[in-house]
T-cell receptor, first 115, second 112 residues
């Protein structure tokens, strides 16, 4: 298993500003993922955070809007840049552990409200 | 993009009753997983069923998988108030990639 600490747990931000979300894992993991959950919706994968290289973004998400850092195997950050009210969502980081790497573990999420 | 469709979107039952949620998906999968989310917080993994399995049990949970119909169901027996949560199915289309594709979810409410 893995214990994931994600912070902040929630924030209210002004439009046009940026927020950086941190994700810390209690063990080294190869893959870390960032998801967005818009109000009342399901989770959508934003990107895969790769250690030592640029993140891999899913369709509809770009690095300028969601820059990601992955300085080591236990830590990653996601920045939501130039925020607008449409960015109000829960952002979750996720990792997979185990030899089969099939089960995903999630942080508690960051509930972001943009006003 | 969302792969899964879940029904019902919302389900309200009395404590002690069984709850059944369904999930359909579109592409080939390596496995299908079910997660629970309480009050918009982090997701908790419940159970995983591989593409070559048809049924799996874990405590009060029973999951079925029909790859010919590209569908799965989650049954929670003898429901409890603490089971109130949103339930999501997630598929892993690319083996080992862990890039999960989530269904729309079912909001389950257990009434005491």
């Amino acid at each position: 298993s893995a214990v994931i600490s994600q912070k902040p747990s929630r924030d209210i931000c002004q439009r046009g500003t940026s927020l950086t979300i941190q994700c810390q894992v209690d063990s080294q993991v190869t893959m870390m993922f960032w998801y967005r959950q818009q109000p009342g919706q399901s989770l959508t994968l934003i990107a895969t955070a790769n250690q030592g290289s640029e993140a891999t973004y899913e369709s509809g998400f770009v690095i300028d809007k969601f820059p990601i850092s992955r300085p080591n195997l236990t830590f990653s950050t996601l920045t939501v840049s130039n925020m607008s009210p449409e960015d109000s969502s829960i952002y979750l980081c996720s990792v997979g552990v185990g030899s089969g790497k099939t089960e995903a573990f999630f942080g508690q999420g960051t509930r972001l409200t943009v006003v | 993009s969302q792969q899964g469709e879940e029904d019902p979107q919302a389900l309200s039952i009395q404590e002690g009753e069984n709850a059944t949620m369904n999930c359909s998906y579109k592409t080939s999968i390596n496995n299908l997983q079910w997660y629970r989310q309480n009050s918009g917080r982090g997701l908790v993994h419940l159970i995983l069923i591989r593409s070559n399995e048809r049924e799996k049990h874990s405590g009060r949970l029973r999951v079925t998988l029909d790859t010919s119909k590209k569908s799965s169901s989650l049954l929670i027996t003898a429901s409890r108030a603490a089971d109130t949560a949103s339930y999501f199915c997630a598929t892993d289309p690319i083996q080992g990639a862990q890039k999960l594709v989530f269904g729309q979810g079912t909001r389950l409410t257990i009434n005491p």
